[in-house]
C-alpha cells in the first residue's frame, strides 16, 4: 500500500533536544525535563494545527530507528492544489512568461490543464514554506489562495535554537521517492546508448528532448535542466577529444592550432549552451521566470511599501544595500584566498623538495606527506570558507531566492579555482621556468644542517622536470574523476546498505531513551513495506544539483586552461561525462532522497563561471604555447633562458620522430656558451652566463612578452566572442519555434485586448470610426460613394484626407487649405508639356 503523500516532516521528540540538562539536582531536573515535555507538546499541537489549517492532510508513524523522530506524513487537498495551479498560471501569464501552451481565453484554460507530479510537490512545498503574512495577498504567493504554514526551507532544517524557532523540533523535511517512475527511468536511460546509436552514433552522447520533458514532469525543472546541460556538454565534448587525439598522435603539443581549436570550441560551446537553454526554458514555460520571484523566506526588509504597479504590498529594501552589504565581505575573501595560497604553495614546496631534492631515509613514506597535507587542509579551509560564504550571503540579504543562490555560488567558486588549479599554475608558471633559481634559494634560507645538505646537493644536480605538469594534469583528469565516481555512486550505496546497522548499534541507549518518549507502536502489516522505505529514504543523503555543477565547471576548467599540455583530456571527460549521465540517475534514483522540485530558467551563475573560465583559459593556453612550444628558428634572448628547462624526452621537429636527451642544465650553466647539441630549437634557451646580467634581462624579456601574449590573446577573445554569440544568436535562435513563442505570448496578449474592447480593425477602418466617419454606415446601409459624399460634406477642404497634420481635427476641419496646396502642380505640366514636344 502506498498511500502516496506529498511530503514527510520528522519531528524530534526528544525534549531535551538541543539543549541538553546537566550540573542540576535530580528534583530540578525532573522539574525542567517535565516543563520540557510540555512545551514539545505543544509545539507538536501547534504544528498540526498550521497544517491543518492550510488545508492539509496530516498523519504520523514513528520515524527510523536510532533518530527519535516521529514522521508526520502530509497530503495537500486536490481542491487547493487545484487552486494554487491556477494562481501560478495566471501568474505567469500575466508577468509575460513565454510557453508552448495556446494563449487562455476563457477562466477555464488555466485551470483544467493538468497538474504535473513535480508541479503539484512544488505548489505543496509553496503552501508548507511561504511566509503567513498579511496584507494584500500578490498572485505570485501562495497566500492569496489560503492559509500558508510558514515552516522553514528543508535546506535550513535542522535550525540553530539561537535562532528562536517557531518550530524547533521540525527537523527535515523531503518528499518520497516515486518508485515506479524510478524504475522505469533507469531502464529506459539503460537501453537508450543502444537505441540512439542504431540511428546516429553522435545521439548517445545526449538525452533525448522527450526524456528530459518526462524528467521535468517528475523532479521538476532544475534537475532536468542539469542533466540537459550534462548531454549538451557530454555531446560537445566529441569536436575537442577528436580535434586533441588527432594531435597527440602527431606528438603536437603545446601547437598554436590546437591551442586555437580549443579556445574557439570552448567559446562556441558557451554561446551555443547560452541559446540552447534559452529555448528549453521556452519550452517549458519558464523563460522570464524571474518576473515571478516572491520573496526568499529569511528574507528581512527594513519596512514595507506598496508597489506602484501591482499594488501589492512587499518589503522595502534597496539593492544598493545588498552591494554594499557584498564589498564588505571581500576582505574576508582575500583573506581566505591568501592563505590557501600560502597553504598550496608550502605544500607545492615541500612536494618539490621531498620527491625531486631528497634522497635520504624513508623517502617512500615522505613522498606520500605533501597529499596528506593537501587532503588533510585544503578541504578543511574550503569547507569553512563554504560556511563563511553561507554567513556573508545571509548578510547580504538578497530578496530573490535566484540571487541567494547566484552570490553564494560566485563566492564558492571564486575560492575552488584557487585550490583546484593552484598546483597546476605554479608548475606551469612558477615551477618550470623559474624552479632551478627559486629551489636552492629556498633550501638556503632552511636553517638545520641537513638542508644545507640539500642546497648544496641542488646546486649541483638539481634539474627541473619537465614532466611534472603534463603528470599533474594527467592525476587531476583521470585520478580526480575515479575517486569523484566512486564518492558520488560507490561511497552513496555503501552507507546506505551498512549506515543503519551501524547506527543502531552505536544508538542503543538514545533508542531506549527514543522509546520511552513515544510509545510501542507497531506497524500495521499492509503498512510496514511502505514505513521501511520511507525511514530508509529519512537516513539518505540529499542530492546536491549545486555540487554537480561544480564538478562540470571544474571540469570544463581543466579543458579549457591546460589541454595543450595532454592533448587527450577532453576524451577523458567525454568518457566520463557519458558514464555521468547514467550514475547521476542512479544516485538519484537509489542513494539519494528524491530533490525537492524547483523552477529554473538558466544554469545561472554557472554559465558566468564557463566564460570566465574560457576568458581565464585563453590567457593561460596563449601564456603556454608561447612558452613551451617547439621552434624550428634560432632562439631570442627569451628563448635562451628555457632551452634547457625542457630537456627531457623532448621530440625534434626536424626530424620528426627522434628522442633527444639533452645535458642536464647543471652542467650547462657552468660555461659561459650554450652545450655543443643538436637540441631542438624550442622556447627555452641559453643558461645566464656568468654575472647574471643575461639572466634577469632573459627573466625580464620572458615576462614582459608574455604579457603582452596573454593579453593580446585576451582581445582576440572578447571580439570573437562578441562575432560568435552574434552569429549563433541569428543563426540559432531567431526565427526558432522559441524565439517564436516568446514572441507570441506578448502579440497574443495586446491582440486578445482589442478582440474584447471590438478594436481589432485595419488602421483604415480604426481612423474612421475614431472620426466618426463610418459611426451611422452600418445602421444605414451606406456603400462607399455614399461613405464618400459623406465624409465630403463632413470635410468640404479635404484636409483631413490629405494628411493635414499639426492641428486638433476639429480646427483642422474649419480651416481652408492653404494656397501652397492650391496652387498649379508643375510636375504635371512638365511631363505633359514633354509629352506635347515629342
Avoid at 365 to 380: A, C, E
Amino acid at each position: 500500500m502506498d498511500p502516496r503523500p506529498d511530503y514527510v516532516l520528522a519531528f524530534k521528540t526528544d525534549p531535551n533536544y538541543n539543549s541538553p540538562i546537566r550540573g542540576l539536582s535530580s528534583e530540578k531536573e525532573s522539574t525542567i525535563r517535565a516543563k520540557r515535555a510540555d512545551q514539545v507538546k505543544s509545539e507538536w499541537d501547534r504544528l498540526v494545527t498550521t497544517l491543518k489549517q492550510a488545508n492539509l492532510s496530516v498523519t504520523s508513524r514513528k520515524g527510523a530507528a536510532g533518530t527519535g523522530t516521529v514522521l508526520i506524513f502530509v497530503k495537500a487537498d486536490e481542491k487547493r492544489v487545484r487552486e494554487e495551479a491556477t494562481r501560478e498560471r495566471m501568474s505567469d501569464w500575466l508577468h509575460g512568461l513565454a510557453s508552448p501552451k495556446a494563449s487562455p481565453r476563457e477562466p477555464r484554460d488555466f485551470a483544467t490543464e493538468p497538474i504535473e507530479e513535480a508541479e503539484r510537490l512544488r505548489l505543496v512545498y509553496s503552501i508548507l514554506t511561504s511566509p503567513r503574512t498579511l496584507g494584500t495577498p500578490s498572485i505570485r504567493a501562495s497566500n492569496a489562495t489560503g492559509n500558508t504554514c510558514g515552516l522553514p526551507l528543508a535546506s535550513q532544517l535542522p535550525l540553530p535554537i539561537t535562532s528562536k524557532p517557531e518550530f524547533p523540533h521540525l527537523v527535515d523535511m523531503f518528499p518520497p521517492h516515486d518508485q515506479e517512475f524510478n524504475r522505469v527511468w533507469l531502464q529506459r536511460w539503460t537501453r537508450l546508448p543502444l537505441e540512439r546509436a542504431q540511428k546516429n552514433p553522435l545521439a548517445v552522447l545526449e538525452i533525448p528532448q522527450h526524456e528530459l520533458d518526462d524528467l521535468k514532469a517528475h523532479l521538476g525543472e532544475k534537475v532536468a535542466l542539469y542533466f540537459a546541460f550534462l548531454g549538451f556538454y557530454a555531446r560537445s565534448l566529441a569536436f575537442p577529444s577528436a580535434f586533441g587525439a588527432f594531435f597527440w598522435l602527431l606528438g603536437l603539443r603545446f601547437h598554436p592550432l590546437l591551442g586555437l581549436g580549443f579556445i574557439g570550441w570552448s567559446v562556441i560551446f558557451v554561446e551555443t549552451w547560452r541559446v540552447r537553454e534559452r529555448a528549453i526554458a521556452v519550452q517549458w514555460g519558464t523563460y522570464r521566470l524571474d518576473r515571478v520571484e516572491v520573496e526568499r523566506p529569511g528574507f528581512k526588509g527594513d519596512g514595507f511599501e506598496v508597489d506602484p504597479v501591482t499594488g501589492v504590498t512587499k518589503q522595502r529594501w534597496s539593492f544598493g544595500r545588498t552591494l554594499t552589504r557584498g564589498l564588505a565581505s571581500l576582505p574576508a575573501y582575500a583573506f581566505f584566498v591568501g592563505c590557501l595560497g600560502v597553504i598550496i604553495a608550502a605544500i607545492y614546496a615541500v612536494e618539490t623538495i621531498v620527491n625531486e631534492v631528497y634522497d635520504g631515509p624513508f623517502k617512500r613514506i615522505l613522498s606520500l606527506l605533501p597529499t596528506v597535507l593537501f587532503v588533510s587542509v585544503v578541504p578543511q579551509v574550503n569547507g569553512l570558507w563554504a560556511l563563511t560564504a553561507g554567513k556573508l550571503v545571509e548578510f547580504e540579504n538578497h530578496p530573490h531566492r535566484a540571487e541567494y543562490e547566484a552570490s553564494y555560488a560566485i563566492k564558492t567558486f571564486a575560492l575552488n579555482f584557487v585550490s583546484a588549479y593552484g598546483n597546476l599554475l605554479l608548475t606551469s608558471f612558477i615551477y618550470i621556468p623559474f624552479g632551478h633559481m627559486l629551489l636552492p634559494h629556498l633550501l638556503s634560507r632552511l636553517p638545520s644542517k641537513h638542508a644545507s645538505g640539500l642546497y648544496a646537493a641542488a646546486t649541483r644536480q638539481f634539474s627541473t622536470n619537465s614532466q611534472k605538469l603534463h603528470t599533474q594534469l594527467l592525476a587531476y583528469t583521470l585520478t580526480n574523476q575515479i575517486t569523484g565516481a566512486f564518492l558520488e555512486v560507490g561511497l552513496p550505496y555503501l552507507k546506505n546498505k551498512f549506515m543503519p546497522v551501524i547506527q543502531e548499534k552505536l544508538h542503543q541507549h538514545e533508542k531506549q531513551k527514543s522509546e520511552e518518549n513515544v510509545e510501542k507502536f507497531d506497524d500495521a502489516p499492509e503498512e510496514k513495506p511502505f514505513l521501511d522505505r520511507i525511514r530508509q529514504e529519512q537516513m539518505m543523503p540529499v542530492e546536491d544539483i549545486f555540487g554537480e555543477y561544480a564538478e562540470m565547471v571544474t571540469q570544463f576548467g581543466y579543458i579549457v586552461l591546460f589541454a595543450v599540455v595532454w592533448p587527450v583530456s577532453p576524451l577523458w571527460s567525454l568518457i566520463n561525462n557519458v558514464l555521468e549521465l547514467r550514475s547521476d540517475a542512479f544516485k538519484i534514483a537509489t542513494q539519494m532522497r528524491r530533490p525537492i522540485p524547483h523552477r529554473a530558467a538558466s544554469v545561472g551563475p554557472w554559465l558566468d563561471a564557463l566564460g570566465f573560465m574560457t576568458y581565464v583559459g585563453t590567457l593561460t593556453t596563449s601564456a603556454l604555447i608561447w612558452l613551451y612550444q617547439e621552434r624550428e628558428k634560432a632562439p631570442g634572448k627569451s628563448a635562451q633562458y628555457l632551452s634547457h628547462l625542457m630537456h627531457k624526452n623532448v621530440t625534434l621537429p626536424a626530424s620528426g620522430g627522434a628522442a633527444f636527451w639533452a645535458t642536464r642544465l647543471s652542467e650547462a650553466q657552468s660555461i659561459n656558451a650554450p652545450p655543443p647539441s643538436d637540441a631542438p630549437l624550442l622556447m627555452g634557451a641559453l643558461p645566464p652566463a656568468e654575472g647574471g646580467h643575461d639572466a634577469f634581462a632573459a627573466i625580464k624579456s620572458l615576462l614582459v612578452t608574455a604579457a603582452l601574449v596573454a593579453l593580446a590573446s585576451s582581445q582576440a577573445y572578447l571580439a570573437a566572442r562578441g562575432l560568435a554569440r552574434w552569429l549563433i544568436a541569428r543563426l540559432e535562435w531567431d526565427g526558432s519555434i522559441a524565439h517564436q513563442l516568446s514572441r507570441r505570448r506578448d502579440f497574443e496578449l495586446k491582440r486578445a485586448w482589442l478582440d474584447e474592447h471590438d478594436m481589432r480593425l485595419s488602421p483604415k477602418e480604426m481612423c474612421r470610426r475614431a472620426l466618426g466617419w463610418a459611426k451611422k454606415s452600418a445602421e444605414e446601409g451606406m456603400d462607399e460613394d455614399e461613405e464618400k459624399e459623406k465624409r465630403q460634406a463632413s470635410d468640404p477642404s479635404g484636409n483631413l484626407e490629405r494628411g493635414y497634420v499639426g492641428k486638433p481635427t476639429d480646427a483642422a476641419m474649419s480651416e481652408p487649405a492653404s494656397a501652397f496646396w492650391r496652387g498649379e502642380d508643375v510636375g504635371t505640366r512638365l511631363f505633359h508639356a514633354a509629352d506635347k514636344t515629342e
